[in-house]
């Protein structure tokens, strides 16, 4: 089982957080602690991601990654600011195997069976699904996974709270990226009581799916 896998796997749901305002750090990780979910993806698509990236893995009880990530210079910052795994929207060697140098699981995104096929060549057993819901949904990720057996997937991108559960009957899905548990709108609004609220539904609705596929 490779570190990604270990580290994702059963988790449910990762939130996918762009946040605009450093200031929203400590409050956001009690948020989502409160909810019941312990992961969070911090995309580096705004200068706060950065700062926002460093308090939340500071947290010993949440499993923070970095994501967007687009060079090796990233990689090494994202790594040193604390980053426990690595994301980034297509697959590039260079970045993976900078990853891999520093020790970090990366989880690149890909939409072909080439992407899938090169991703498994550099040695990955996980890979994003992005995006979700725009690249063909759940029959594209069907299509994909049939035959790659050993690879598993994170599907992000368009998927809600209504269609989580239909991504995680796939056998193949890791776990679930979703930006609907941390929304931006929200997180700028300063509004973590809805955040609080959005992950304890996302906690609830995986342990119910969870019941219910035994």
């Known amino acids: 089982m490779s570190a990604?896998?270990?580290?994702l796997r059963d988790r449910g749901t990762l939130p996918v957080v762009v946040a605009d305002d450093a200031g929203i750090a400590a409050g956001l990780g009690e948020a989502l602690k409160a909810g019941g979910i312990t992961c969070a993806e911090i995309t580096l698509r705004t200068p706060?991601?950065?700062e926002v990236l460093a308090a939340l893995a500071a947290d010993d009880a949440l499993l923070v990654g970095a994501g967007t990530v687009l060079d090796t210079?990233?990689?090494?910052?994202?790594?040193?600011?604390?980053?426990?795994?690595?994301?980034?929207?297509?697959?590039?060697p260079v970045l993976v195997e900078r990853a891999q140098e520093r020790g970090v699981p990366m989880?690149?995104?890909?939409?072909?069976?080439t992407e899938v096929q090169a991703a498994r060549r550099a040695g990955?057993?996980?890979?994003?699904?992005?995006?979700?819901?725009?690249?063909?949904?759940?029959p594209a990720l069907r299509a994909l996974a049939e035959p790659f057996p050993g690879m598993w997937f994170l599907p992000t991108g368009?998927?809600?709270?209504?269609?989580?559960?239909?991504?995680?009957?796939?056998p193949q899905v890791l776990c679930v990226g979703g930006s609907w548990v941390a929304r931006r709108d929200q997180l700028a609004a300063g509004d973590?009581?809805?955040?609080?609220?959005a992950a304890a539904a996302a906690t609830e609705a995986y342990a119910a799916w969870r019941e219910g596929a035994r």
């Not at 990604?4 to 580290?7: G, K, P, S, T, W």
């Not at 989880?107 to 069976?113: D, Y």
């Not at 057993?125 to 992005?130: D, H, N, P, R, T």
């Open 4 to 7: 990604a896998v270990a580290l």
């Open 48 to 50: 706060a991601g950065w």
């Open 73 to 92: 210079e990233q990689v090494d910052r994202a790594v040193d600011a604390g980053a426990r795994f690595l994301v980034s929207p297509g697959f590039d």
């Open 107 to 113: 989880v690149p995104g890909v939409a072909t069976a």
């Open 124 to 138: 990955l057993e996980a890979v994003k699904l992005f995006p979700a819901e725009a690249g063909g949904g759940l």
């Open 158 to 170: 368009g998927i809600t709270a209504e269609t989580a559960p239909a991504w995680w009957s796939h």
């Open 192 to 197: 973590l009581d809805a955040v609080r609220a």
